[in-house]
């Protein structure tokens, strides 16, 4: 359905900011772009859309091009919507005319059901009255949110959807706009920073740095197969050892040309063997993070309760390398 190729992008001659970008996604797909702050999410979304002129290679929506604003009177892919970070409502109108922008006036019964359905999605209902400068910055992303829904786009952008929201309302939402999709086969790709936004949330993440993209794989294949440090770092709690740290710790021989990344679920306390002395320990709310240290090489694993004794000794049951 959308195929960038050779993707360039600058916003001065001599500062690349997008860099022979290449990927696909298939109709239904659900994709979460993650990385560091100023890596190019945001750019790579508005090229999709049609809000910049692609400096070199080319975006195919639905095997035609996509023009940017110098084709285009009205700015935007017609059959896409892009919700940015900074969402445009009207405040003199109320939530529910807001989110009925787009919409015909042609069937009102019509128009009225589909602002509902888009209103309960994000859980805004009850608010369908209201005038959004009454609402706080978290409800006016989920109306400019339910605003793009209404109109049931084929590709839905969404540029840090959850940046606003508190975590049980960006739980509920994460789940909503996840079976929203699945149940209306639309298309979406989402930007964020956060893991927990993207490992049960996505067919497809890619990660990116620097204006190229690091790794585009399911995220079972991302967790278990980063290709480097930087893409574990943006998925949660791992260590790194280098392969003396490898062989002094677990008796473990890896090329020295790698290193072993290791997940904290990775590790378990064994009843005897090499001791870790315990540095601290984190309260996960399921179990603890507890981070242990052994010449001067510091470990993480999970424990359903403190140890006791001041030293503990570890298994290590899998890891990778990097
Ligand atoms: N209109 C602009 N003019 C010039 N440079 C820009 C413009 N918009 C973004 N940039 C630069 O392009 C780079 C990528 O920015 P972009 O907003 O795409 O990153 P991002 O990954 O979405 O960041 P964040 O996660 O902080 O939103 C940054 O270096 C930024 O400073």
């Known amino acids: 359905m959308l195929k960038v190729e050779q993707l360039e992008f600058f916003y001065a001659k001599d500062l690349p900011i997008l860099k022979n970008i ?9 994709i979460s772009v993650l990385g560091e702050s100023g890596s190019g999410k945001s750019t790579l979304l508005k090229l999709v ?3 910049e002129e692609v400096v070199s290679g080319r975006i195919c929506f639905e095997d035609k091009l996509v023009t940017g604003p ?3 009177l009205i700015p935007g ?26 919409l015909s006036n042609f069937d009102i019964p019509l128009k009225k059901q589909t602002i509902e359905k888009a209103l309960e999605v994000v859980n805004l209902l ?7 400068n009454k609402l706080s910055g978290g409800q006016r992303q989920r109306v400019a949110i339910a605003r793009a829904i ?10 840090e959807p959850y940046s606003h929201l508190d975590q049980p ?3 509920e939402l994460r789940k909503n706009i996840w079976n929203w999709a699945k149940n209306t086969g639309c298309t979406v790709f989402l930007t964020t920073h956060d893991a927990k936004d993207v490992l049960g949330f996505s067919n497809q993440i890619m990660i990116m740095k620097n204006g190229a993209i690091e790794q585009y794989d399911t995220p079972e294949n991302l967790r278990n197969n980063p290709v480097n440090e930087y893409v574990a770092s943006l998925l949660g709690e791992y260590v ?3 392969p003396k740290e490898m062989k002094d710790l677990f008796g473990i021989e890896i090329s020295e040309s790698r290193s072993a990344l290791i997940y904290p679920e990775e590790l378990e306390i064994q009843s005897s063997g090499n001791a870790f002395q315990i540095l601290q320990s984190f309260y996960q709310g399921r179990d603890y993070l507890v981070e242990v240290m052994r010449n001067d090489v510091i470990l993480k694993f999970y424990s359903k309760s403190i140890p006791e004794s001041n030293f503990v000794s570890l298994n290590l049951n899998q890891y990778r390398l990097i």
């Open 126 to 132: 009850d608010f369908k009255a209201q005038f959004p």
């Open 22 to 30: 290449n990927f696909q996604v298939n109709r239904g797909e659900f």
């Open 240 to 242: 790194v050892l280098k």
């Open 169 to 171: 309302l960006k739980f």
């Open 77 to 102: 892919h017609p059959d896409m919507k892009l919700v940015p970070q900074e969402f445009d409502l009207l405040d003199f109108v109320t939530v529910e005319e807001n989110v009925g922008k787009y």
């Open 49 to 51: 859309y049609g809000l």
């Open 150 to 159: 209404a109109t049931s786009p084929k590709l839905l952008l969404l540029d």
């Open 70 to 72: 110098k084709f285009n």
